[in-house]
């Protein structure tokens, strides 16, 4: 039964009748040449005739260059290298700013008017040069990078070059278990494994999306990479004559970054035939054309939906974790500060990981930012060993400007090659922080995935480092 013509349909309806014959005889002529005209455009461009050369066309041009099975991956590689380098290089000057701005500014006046209060000792130091000087941390070290790779980031995505790198892996990832689009998450991981996960929500599978979630962590985040560069300037760029220190210590921390791959790789096969078993899903990706990036919405897009997004999440976890540092250092139980009783418990486990006690009380009050764990380990050293006239005093985190200072303080604190090398290790396998689990937690809705997620990589770092360190003291013993 046909439904009543409402009012306004039979307004339309009449306005049609009336228009139709206004409009000119050849609308159907001038339709249809429209139509072929589209067509034959379409033909020009997608067809190819044997009797005549292809027309010129940018867009596959770039495609069989960057989509090459030959230079697809060496295109891939360089230009990721060149955005890291961009971030590490670039971020150094403005990280330098904001913590001469917080930490050598801001943070003496807060203690002088700290100072001037009425407020009891214990809670000036808790809140200055605990929870305020974590916080100014975190924000010194993670804001820079952050606001210089995401930008970089999403241009890439905006001018057309991420769905080739997701096209480029989808065979690797596809043999793992995986999706393909798996690499663009891992990617998005390397400036911050909370974003990374974030990312995950392009990919349709739950089951694939939960494997990209938790093999994140493998991507070294921002907040690691200054440790990894630290300590192979330090202790790798050493070792070769000083001209070629920094290539020595850039090949060390590529190498770190591309175990943190192959580890993806491993992880994501042993998932997709255990806990998560299953089918790989199809993979239907629709090549974009290329255009130019829209550069103000992107910077406007990065800002606003990641870099201050993820920032304000590392920052409510990095209160907290200033304030469990100084109180760990301040609290003394029969002589000696928390922080030394854990210490001095660990040591023993992380001695025979090819770490040390240090190392791992750092690891977990710093579980908020992995940003804090170096000043937390120089405070950690400098508060065991008693060093004089270096650094603030207990619970105040703190760095030194020369690296020969703080190799210095390290070897006071037992470290040798091997605790460098596994330190390296550990910080990339190691579990992700809080920031990422609570991410996580967001992302899946499941205590027993975010538990998965911490637990794996833990164990995983575990393991590593007790292989290399019993390795490498088995090879010292037989030469």
Wanted: charged share 15%.
């Amino acid at each position: 039964m046909n439904e009543p013509i409402q009012p306004g349909a039979e307004q339309v309806l009449a306005q049609a009748r009336d228009l139709r014959w206004k409009i000119s005889g050849n609308l159907h002529e001038r339709l249809l040449e429209g139509i072929y005209t589209e067509a034959s455009r379409l033909a020009e461009r997608a067809v190819s005739r044997p009797d005549s050369p292809p027309r010129f066309d940018l867009d596959r041009t770039i495609d069989r260059l960057v989509t090459s099975r030959i230079w697809g991956f060496p295109i891939m590689l360089l230009l990721f290298t060149l955005i890291f380098w961009i971030t590490i290089s670039g971020a150094n000057i403005p990280s330098g700013w904001i913590a001469h701005l917080l930490l050598d500014k801001l943070h003496p006046l807060l203690k002088n008017l700290a100072a001037n209060s009425i407020l009891p000792v214990w809670i000036q130091g808790l809140l200055v040069d605990g929870m305020y000087l974590s916080t100014a941390w975190v924000v010194s070290v993670m804001l820079p990078p952050m606001a210089i790779f995401f930008p970089l980031f999403t241009l890439l995505e905006d001018f057309g070059y991420l769905p080739r790198v997701a096209f480029n892996l989808d065979r690797v990832f596809k043999r793992t278990g995986a999706h393909g689009r798996q690499a663009l998450s891992m990617m998005m991981g390397f400036g911050c494994n909370a974003a990374g996960v974030i990312a995950t929500r392009i990919i349709d599978s739950p089951r694939e999306r939960l494997i990209a979630i938790i093999t994140n962590n493998f991507a070294l985040c921002n907040g690691r990479w200054p440790t990894q560069i630290l300590l192979a300037t330090l202790f790798v760029g050493a070792l070769v004559p000083a001209e070629l220190a920094g290539l020595i210590s850039a090949l060390t921390v590529v190498g770190v970054a591309l175990l943190g791959v192959l580890l993806t790789f491993l992880v994501n096969w042993f998932l997709s035939r255990t806990w998560l078993k299953g089918e790989v899903s199809t993979f239907s990706l629709e090549l974009p054309p290329y255009r130019p990036p829209r550069i103000l919405q992107t910077i406007y897009t990065s800002v606003i939906d990641r870099t201050i997004f993820v920032l304000w999440r590392a920052v409510v976890f990095a209160l907290p974790a200033g304030a469990v540092i100084w109180l760990a250092a301040n609290i003394d139980i029969g002589g000696l500060s928390v922080a030394e009783h854990l210490i001095d418990i660990l040591n023993p486990i992380g001695l025979f990981l090819g770490l040390n006690g240090v190392i791992l009380v750092a690891y977990i009050v710093a579980i908020p930012a992995n940003e804090i764990v170096i000043p937390t380990i120089l405070m950690l050293t400098v508060l065991l060993t008693g060093i004089n006239s270096v650094g603030s005093g207990a619970g105040v985190m703190f760095e030194l400007e020369s690296n020969q200072a703080t190799l210095g303080v390290l070897q006071a604190g037992g470290w040798t090659l091997l605790t460098a090398v596994n330190m390296m290790l550990f910080s990339l396998i190691h579990n992700p922080c809080s920031t990422t689990l609570f991410t996580i937690f967001k992302e899946t809705g499941s205590k027993k995935w975010t538990i998965l997620s911490a637990a794996l990589p833990l164990a995983m770092g575990f393991i590593v480092t007790f292989l290399v360190a019993h390795l490498w003291r088995l090879i010292a013993a037989i030469t």
